[in-house]
């Protein structure tokens, strides 16, 4: 299994350091928004940067890239349809991210919703997923159309059951009193909302999360779902034909949640 581990930035934000499984110091960052958490991790951990990915734009996300890369010389890759701060190696769906001497591997998605040119990373039973999919909940749509991220959400679901999400953001509390709004008697919701309760109250993470979870805990993961598709309905007072449609309402409805 792949090793993660979460480096927190912000006020929520965790920059995930991959180790490679055949090296004991060289490492991989995810979306390093901030370097100076980064360098003292690597510092204390005793490991050697050796590439950087990105997920998408937004400033917690990137705005350690440039420092890292340049103090570490190491190459930086990142989305094709997006403005980085520095040159990136281009990554659109498809590609593979194939650091040979590290012996990982990534296959790029595009994710397109919270921004529009978002990628994610898959590969090693996990997930790098930025600001898609979250626990319990999924990215705000800055640029990207409902459709648009509902097709990237429906992507990511059919991964795996056992695949391991590495979020960007520790809002998993939050999204399950919103979900737990939206799906008063899904008993999975009810019993992760308590458990992730007292982990929080302990400053525990939440992360990562996996499919299988996501599936029963996640009303955007569950749009086809009778009961979250009649919750969409009462909200919005309208009958709501589509997933498409479900989806954009619960979106909105958890935009001003509180
Ligand atoms: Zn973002």
Redesign the pocket.
Known sequence: MLEVSPVRAFSDNYLWLIRAPNDRRGTVVVDPGDARPVEAALDEQGLALRAILVT?H?P??VGGVQALAARHGVEVYGPARERMPCEVRPLDDGDIVSLADLRLEFRVMAVPG??LGHVAYHGHGALFC??TLFSAGC?RL?EGTPVQMLGSLDRIAALPDDTRVYC?HEYTLANLRFAAAVEPDNADVLETLEAVRELRARDGITLPTTLRRERRINPFLRCREPAVHAAAEAHAGTPLPGPADVFAVIRAWKDGFR
């Open positions: 998408h937004h917690d996300h919270h921004t930025g600001d990215g800055f960007a």
